[in-house]
């Protein structure tokens, strides 16, 4: 399985970000992808993740109502839509695939398959 991240940048608090997962297309049906983050100092943390076809998605306490993980079956792609960002948002997300159970999700160790990091800076 492959991953390739990208959509990171600077933004001002408040802003809007939309990071984009491109997954190989035999493992994009049957492996759930999820987003985590890591900021400087710090260890890699969940943030979303999305099932494998798409019926069930699962976020992280900290960006529940503000982020969006969502995949285009067309594309083999995964989402991840953040708004309403703030400083301590700032981190390097990574993508990353798993075909473990549901209770694995927010388990980093879980993840078999990463993507490159992209940079997500907010300023406030």
């Known amino acids: 399985v492959q991953l390739q991240a990208s959509g990171g940048g600077s933004v001002q608090a408040g802003g809007s970000l939309k990071l984009s997962c491109a997954v190989t297309?035999?493992?994009?049906?049957?492996?759930?992808v999820g987003w985590f983050r890591q900021a400087p100092g710090k260890e890699r943390e969940f943030v979303a993740t999305?099932?494998?076809?798409?019926?069930?998605?699962y976020y992280a306490d900290s960006v529940k109502g503000r982020f969006t993980i969502s995949r285009d079956a067309a594309k083999n792609t995964v989402y991840l839509l953040m708004s309403s960002l703030r400083p301590d948002d700032t981190a390097v997300y990574y993508c990353?695939?798993?075909?473990?159970?549901?209770?694995?999700?927010?388990?980093?160790?879980?993840?078999?398959?990463w993507g490159q990091g992209t940079q997500v800076t907010v300023s406030s």
């Open positions: 999305i099932s494998s076809r798409g019926g069930y998605t």
């Open positions: 297309r035999r493992a994009f049906g049957s492996n759930a």
């Open positions: 990353a695939s798993t075909n473990g159970p549901t209770s694995t999700y927010r388990d980093v160790n879980m993840y078999n398959a």
